[in-house]
């Protein structure tokens, strides 16, 4: 037993106990979290859904005391092991957190010091509260990457955050949480933007870790299937009040609330699949190979390469979907980037409409910019802050010369922002405004604003709740039935592919190990590692 382990409680054990919970506005006093109450019991995953909005980080975060100074706790206690968290001063709070209560937050990559290599980061935590040191504290760091199924463990412990895919990183995340064995864990949304397999791993793994450290485990969440795979008890919220709370059999087979039925209803439909288009090709790519050099030593000579993307071929319809699919860091971007000439290739042929659009310059690859657009997997990102929603929508209509009047811009940016379902007066706000659902009809607007055949959606959805991922997939599939616009669809969820997609390529490091229809793909897998992905996606 490692010196961080202590004594675990019995089964059934109450480990938190929230009541009466009440969060406001610090300036205005409004209440965003309202006489919310529950508890967590060891051995047991406790499941805090609904959309965004509804109050479910507040919660977890006002537990942890850690709000923003924009919000405060006006009412309710939170007790751990019988000890009120609100009353203790801040440097008995700092003892708890960590030890006693761990948190795995939604964005690894935001919550990671980007200067510091992940193994430092995790051996903070394991410095802070126990006396390991030296090779000691190495190995333990080590051990926790393993657990966590981080590959190379020894090697990954001096990567830095930048070096580590998503999934990587929130494997750091939950080693870090780990790393002290706590009894009470709060994961806030752990899986949101991980691979279907990946997800499944880390599910498995809090999962396991409930059983055989007897962790209390509070998961937020708004995937309907990780629920329904994960948890004991779920507890619906709704504008920070909880309005339904059944153990899980008894919330899927009977839900109460109107609202508890939507989320249900709003998860994909597996069965439906969207028939194969027949139209003449926009995009067509022929062994596409995209090599990054490896350099070591003294004078950074390359060594080696990481074939990135190897040997890609593959065909886009006028008007036709196709999901490329794979888990991180099978090449699924880098393909996406080299389309859009962001990438150099290091052989094979890429063309649109019939032209040989590889290695173009700057200059002679802008017609095609207009013709060729992205939506980026985190719209706030790919945005200007400073920009109003009104500015960042006309940017590209003036940078790629479409020759509008300032006054056909303005109308075109109103109509484009009412064809998202968004209204005309959010030109003129900032992308803070918004929430994650709203910023992406503004990044699909901004995207159409230059009438392109072709947009390349890196992961759009990976991040939103099951309610607006549905909303924004029937905006697209209703934009593609109107303009005729054709998708290069990124994605690791193949839950969402059967209503989306006519074909589904799937790859696995760097190289394209099957293709075919929607319906072929999902129902008749040939290929091992695509029958591995199907298996690892969360069903009810």
Same mark, same amino acid.
């Given at each position: 037993?490692?010196?961080?382990?202590?004594?675990?409680?019995?089964?059934?054990?109450?480990?938190?106990?929230?009541?009466?919970?009440?969060?406001?506005?610090?300036?205005?006093?409004?209440?965003?979290?309202?006489?919310?109450?529950?508890?967590?019991?060891?051995?047991?995953?406790?499941?805090? @859904?609904?959309?965004? !909005?509804?109050?479910?980080?507040? /919660?977890?975060?006002?537990?942890? #005391? *850690?709000?923003?100074? &924009? =919000? $405060?706790?006006?009412?309710?206690?939170?007790?751990?092991?019988?000890?009120?968290?609100?009353?203790?001063?801040?440097?008995?709070?700092?003892?708890?957190?960590?030890?006693?209560?761990?948190?795995?937050?939604?964005?690894?990559?935001?919550?990671?010091?980007? @200067?510091?290599?992940? !193994?430092?980061?995790?051996?903070? /935590?394991?410095?802070?509260?126990? #006396? *390991?040191?030296?090779? &000691? =504290? $190495?190995?333990?760091?080590?051990?926790?990457?393993?657990?966590?199924?981080?590959?190379?463990?020894?090697?990954?412990?001096?990567?830095?955050?930048?070096?580590?895919?998503?999934?990587?990183?929130?494997?750091?995340?939950?080693?870090?949480?780990?790393?002290?064995?706590?009894?009470?864990?709060?994961?806030?949304?752990? /899986?949101?933007?991980?691979?279907?397999?990946?997800?499944?791993?880390? =599910?498995?793994?809090?999962?396991?870790?409930?059983?055989?450290?007897?962790?209390?485990?509070?998961?937020?969440?708004?995937?309907?299937?990780?629920?329904?795979?994960?948890?004991?008890?779920?507890?619906?919220?709704?504008?920070?009040?909880?309005?339904?709370?059944?153990?899980?059999?008894?919330?899927?087979?009977?839900?109460?609330?109107?609202?508890?039925?939507?989320?249900?209803?709003?998860?994909?439909?597996?069965?439906?699949?969207?028939?194969?288009?027949?139209?003449?090709?926009?995009?067509?790519?022929?062994?596409?190979?995209?090599?990054?050099?490896?350099?070591?030593?003294?004078?950074?000579?390359?060594?080696?390469?990481?074939?990135?993307?190897?040997?890609?071929?593959?065909?886009?319809?006028?008007?036709?979907?196709?999901?490329?699919?794979?888990?991180?860091?099978?090449?699924?971007?880098?393909?996406?980037?080299?389309?859009?000439?962001?990438?150099?290739?290091?052989?094979?042929?890429?063309?649109?409409?019939?032209?040989?659009?590889?290695?173009?310059?700057?200059?002679?690859?802008?017609?095609?910019?207009?013709?060729?657009?992205?939506?980026?997997?985190?719209?706030?990102?790919?945005?200007?802050?400073?920009?109003?929603?009104?500015?960042?929508?006309?940017?590209?209509?003036?940078?790629?010369?479409?020759?509008?009047?300032?006054?056909?811009?303005?109308?075109?940016?109103?109509?484009?922002?009412?064809?998202?379902?968004?209204?005309?007066?959010?030109?003129?706000?900032?992308?803070?405004?918004?929430?994650?659902?709203?910023?992406?009809?503004?990044?699909?607007?901004?995207?159409?604003?230059?009438?392109?055949?072709?947009?390349?959606?890196?992961?759009?959805?990976?991040?939103?709740?099951?309610?607006?991922?549905?909303?924004?997939?029937?905006?697209?599939?209703?934009?593609?039935?109107?303009?005729?616009?054709?998708?290069?669809?990124?994605?690791?969820?193949?839950?969402?592919?059967?209503?989306?997609?006519?074909?589904?390529?799937?790859?696995?490091?760097?190289?394209?190990?099957?293709?075919?229809?929607?319906?072929?793909?999902?129902?008749?897998?040939?290929?091992?590692?695509?029958?591995?992905?199907?298996?690892?996606?969360?069903?009810?």
């Amino acid at each position: 037993m490692s010196e961080a382990q202590h004594s675990r409680p019995a089964p059934g054990t109450l480990c938190l106990q929230v009541r009466d919970l009440t969060v406001t506005l610090a300036d205005t006093g409004a209440a965003i979290v309202k006489g919310v109450s529950f508890e967590l019991q060891a051995g047991k995953v406790f499941a805090l @859904v609904g959309e965004s !909005g509804s109050g479910k980080s507040v /919660t977890s975060l006002a537990a942890m #005391r *850690l709000l923003p100074d &924009a =919000l $405060r706790i006006s009412g309710g206690s939170v007790e751990v092991a019988g000890q009120d968290l609100f009353g203790l001063s801040e440097a008995r709070m700092q003892e708890v957190r960590g030890r006693r209560v761990a948190m795995i937050f939604q964005n690894a990559m935001s919550a990671l010091n980007p @200067v510091q290599t992940v !193994g430092k980061q995790v051996a903070e /935590t394991l410095q802070l509260h126990t #006396r *390991l040191r030296g090779a &000691a =504290l $190495r190995d333990r760091v080590v051990t926790l990457f393993r657990e966590v199924g981080i590959p190379d463990p020894e090697q990954r412990f001096d990567f830095f955050p930048h070096q580590l895919s998503g999934g990587q990183q929130q494997r750091v995340m939950i080693a870090m949480a780990l790393a002290c064995e706590p009894d009470v864990l709060i994961a806030d949304e752990p /899986t949101t933007a991980l691979d279907v397999t990946i997800q499944l791993q880390v =599910l498995n793994l809090i999962r396991e870790l409930t059983r055989s450290r007897q962790l209390a485990v509070l998961l937020i969440t708004h995937d309907m299937g990780v629920v329904k795979n994960t948890a004991d008890e779920v507890a619906v919220m709704y504008r920070g009040e909880l309005i339904e709370r059944a153990s899980v059999d008894d919330f899927f087979q009977h839900p109460k609330q109107a609202y508890s039925q939507r989320l249900i209803d709003a998860l994909p439909d597996l069965t439906h699949f969207r028939e194969a288009a027949t139209e003449a090709p926009l995009l067509e790519l022929q062994e596409v190979r995209v090599h990054f050099p490896i350099r070591r030593g003294l004078l950074q000579r390359v060594v080696d390469y990481t074939r990135a993307v190897d040997g890609v071929s593959l065909t886009i319809g006028r008007g036709e979907t196709y999901a490329l699919v794979g888990e991180s860091g099978s090449g699924k971007s880098t393909l996406g980037r080299a389309v859009l000439n962001l990438e150099a290739i290091a052989g094979g042929q890429i063309r649109f409409r019939g032209d040989a659009i590889e290695g173009l310059g700057r200059n002679a690859m802008l017609p095609y910019r207009k013709q060729i657009q992205v939506i980026f997997q985190n719209p706030f990102s790919s945005m200007n802050p400073r920009m109003t929603v009104g500015d960042i929508i006309a940017e590209g209509m003036i940078s790629l010369g479409l020759g509008l009047s300032e006054e056909a811009r303005r109308a075109r940016i109103q109509a484009l922002l009412q064809r998202v379902q968004l209204g005309a007066e959010h030109a003129n706000r900032y992308p803070h405004e918004f929430s994650g659902g709203q910023l992406q009809r503004i990044a699909i607007a901004r995207a159409l604003a230059v009438d392109p055949e072709l947009i390349i959606c890196d992961e759009p959805t990976s991040a939103l709740d099951v309610s607006i991922r549905a909303e924004v997939l029937e905006l697209l599939a209703e934009l593609q039935r109107e303009f005729g616009v054709s998708y290069l669809f990124i994605t690791h969820d193949l839950s969402i592919v059967p209503g989306l997609a006519h074909k589904v390529g799937v790859m696995q490091r760097g190289k394209l190990v099957e293709q075919g229809t929607a319906e072929q793909i999902l129902t008749a897998p040939a290929h091992p590692y695509t029958q591995e992905l199907l298996a690892a996606v969360p069903r009810l």
